[in-house]
């Protein structure tokens, strides 16, 4: 029975002594552990919260555009940019809200929601659908140095062919014929 006291004692001393070398990291992991766990949790439920926060405001943004209504569009609109810019919702009702200026005639408002889905959204698709409406805009205003400009911006390889047949509309408008046959030539050989 002494031998078992003994034997139990020496593995309780081995133990402790084990701790006092590696304890502190065991519990520094187990700290680590718990921080990233509780970082994460806190991550998703934030980014979740901005999410419906978000999809509340653009439902507003939609509601008002069902009933054609520009001054509760512009103000729907609003906070969903200033607040939720980083999420899906923002560049989507700043393009929905664009075609709805645009369809009213008011290029002004248009303008500067496109410009916004440019600087802002972090797909590139809806970048490319805001250059390529951005330019449809600023060619009703006859501004064709600014289209071929926006035209002109990073796009991807499937609407290089959209792109070249804005620019020869671009072209084919300011009288620049050859210019336009190229970039109709161009836009054909891109296009499916």
Not at 133 to 144: E, G, H, M, P, T
Not at 147 to 155: N, R
């Amino acid at each position: 029975m002494a031998a078992y006291d003994l034997d139990e004692q020496e593995k309780l001393g081995d133990l402790k002594a084990w701790w006092a070398q590696y304890g502190k990291y065991v519990i520094g992991g187990v700290a680590a552990i718990a921080l990233l766990v509780g970082g994460n949790w806190g991550w998703n439920k934030w980014t979740t919260n901005q999410a419906m926060a978000a999809s509340a405001l653009y439902a507003n943004v939609t509601e008002a555009l069902g009933k054609n209504d520009a001054t509760k569009v512009k103000e729907a609109l609003a906070p969903l940019l200033e607040k939720y810019p980083a999420t899906g919702y923002a560049p989507r009702a700043a393009l929905l809200a664009a075609k709805s200026a645009f369809d009213a005639g008011d290029l002004p408002t248009a303008k500067t929601n496109l410009d916004w889905v440019v600087a802002n959204s972090k797909e590139d698709e809806l970048k490319n659908i805001a250059r390529l409406r951005l330019a449809a805009v600023l060619i009703d205003q006859k501004q064709f140095d600014a289209a071929l400009a926006a035209l002109d911006g990073k796009h991807s390889e499937a609407f290089a062919g959209l792109f070249l047949d804005m620019k020869g509309d671009v072209f084919n408008l300011q009288g620049k014929t050859a210019d336009a046959k190229s970039a109709y030539e161009a836009a054909l050989a891109k296009l499916d």
